[in-house]
């Protein structure tokens, strides 16, 4: 088969390399498509909490067919730039019809994220208001969807008209250049204040959102694409009742995948009723893998990216 390999820190390329066995309660996907997320690229700079022994093959999400011809997608861990990949039985979900491979691919972990830190941690409610942040990425467009799927009202923040656009057609009710004064526009917006705000981005913008909270708004942190972590001012925390919310649904999901499993055929239920549909990724050969992933941090993907061996 052939696979995208990280054999040195910073750089990867595609390889010639054997088939997996699966072992024990492992089936053998062969994949039509593997998303591409900001943690791989984490993955191949040695910059993330975890560090692989090298070589190894980045790529957490895929979809594809399993030897009956049966659709699914999977979360895989690492392993899914490859045109093959072992996966425990358990993890292979049916895909619905409504969803093609590149986005069945691209749909786990942004859309469970979203899902998760809205509804579990955020305790969101219908006819509250939403602020994204980075609402052009991945991350930031699912959880677009998903706060208005639960009939919340939505601001999206982005960094470029094309960015700005995206989110639009996934159903943001307002957009807002991320360079311009986020708090004002934010409490103009709302009429005081937001009662959430969406951060996969963090750095200079994490504190003027957290500014534009009303009283006992939430800023739910879910990641830092900008690459630098804020401190943010606690007094602002204390101001208003607001409160600071952390998001770790990988490490929740790994822990509980009976949950996570019904959070994950939930959100497929909303797509099969049409109450989300995922916009179609970007599309790119193995052999472009390092190019996306240097795409990814230097953040100049709008929505998703699969990689279709």
């Given at each position: 088969?052939?696979?995208?390999i990280?054999?040195e820190?910073g750089s990867?390329a595609?390889?010639?390399?054997e088939v997996?066995?699966?072992g024990p309660g492992q089936v053998l996907?062969?994949?039509?498509?593997a998303?591409?997320n900001y943690?791989?690229?984490l993955?191949?700079q040695?910059?993330?909490?975890?560090?692989?022994?090298?070589?190894f093959?980045?790529?957490?999400?895929?979809a594809?067919?399993?030897?009956?011809g049966?659709r699914?997608?999977a979360?895989c861990?690492?392993?899914?730039f490859a045109?093959h990949v072992?996966v425990?039985?358990?993890?292979?979900v049916?895909?619905p019809?409504?969803?093609?491979?590149?986005?069945?691919?691209t749909f786990t972990?942004?859309?469970?994220?979203?899902?998760?830190a809205?509804?579990?941690r955020a305790?969101?409610?219908?006819g509250?208001?939403?602020?994204?942040l980075g609402?052009?990425?991945g991350?930031g467009l699912a959880?677009?969807?998903v706060?208005?799927?639960m009939?919340?009202?939505?601001l999206?923040?982005a960094?470029?008209?094309?960015?700005?656009?995206?989110?639009?057609?996934?159903g943001?009710?307002e957009?807002?250049s991320s360079?311009e004064?986020?708090?004002?526009?934010?409490?103009?917006?709302?009429?005081?204040?937001?009662d959430v705000?969406?951060?996969?981005?963090g750095?200079?913008?994490?504190?003027?959102a957290?500014?534009?909270l009303r009283?006992r708004?939430?800023?739910v942190?879910?990641?830092?694409?900008?690459?630098?972590?804020?401190?943010?001012?606690l007094?602002?925390?204390?101001l208003r009742?607001?409160?600071?919310?952390?998001v770790d649904?990988?490490?929740?999901?790994m822990?509980?995948?009976?949950?996570q499993?019904a959070l994950?055929?939930?959100l497929?239920a909303m797509v099969?009723?049409?109450d989300l549909d995922?916009?179609p990724?970007?599309?790119?050969?193995?052999?472009?893998a390092?190019?996306?992933?240097d795409?990814?941090?230097n953040r100049?993907?709008?929505?998703?990216v699969a990689?279709?061996p």
């Open positions: 088969m052939r696979a995208v990280c054999a820190l990867v595609v390889k010639d390399t997996p066995v699966p996907i062969a994949v039509e498509a998303g591409v943690v791989d690229a993955f191949v040695g910059r993330y909490q975890i560090k692989p022994p090298l070589p093959v980045p790529g957490s999400e895929v594809g067919t399993l030897p009956s049966e699914v997608l979360m861990g690492l392993g899914g045109t072992a425990p039985e358990s993890s292979a049916p895909i019809d409504e969803l093609d491979f590149p986005r069945a691919a972990q942004s859309y469970c994220t979203a899902l998760f809205l509804r579990d305790n969101l409610r219908a509250e208001t939403v602020l994204v609402a052009g990425g991350a959880a677009v969807q706060a208005k799927a009939g919340a009202r939505v999206a923040a960094s470029t008209p094309s960015k700005r656009e995206a989110a639009r057609d996934a943001a009710d957009t807002v360079a004064d986020v708090k004002s526009a934010a409490r103009a917006w709302s009429d005081g204040g937001v705000v969406y951060d996969p981005v750095g200079a913008i994490a504190e003027p957290l500014r534009s009283e708004g939430r800023h942190v879910i990641g830092f694409a900008s690459g630098d972590i804020p401190s943010l001012p007094n602002q925390v204390l009742n607001r409160a600071v919310v952390g649904w990988g490490a929740w999901s822990a509980n995948p009976p949950a499993r994950l055929d939930e497929l099969a009723k049409g995922p916009a990724p970007r599309t790119a050969p193995l052999a472009s390092a190019e996306v992933l795409d990814l941090l100049r993907v709008v929505g998703k990689l279709v």
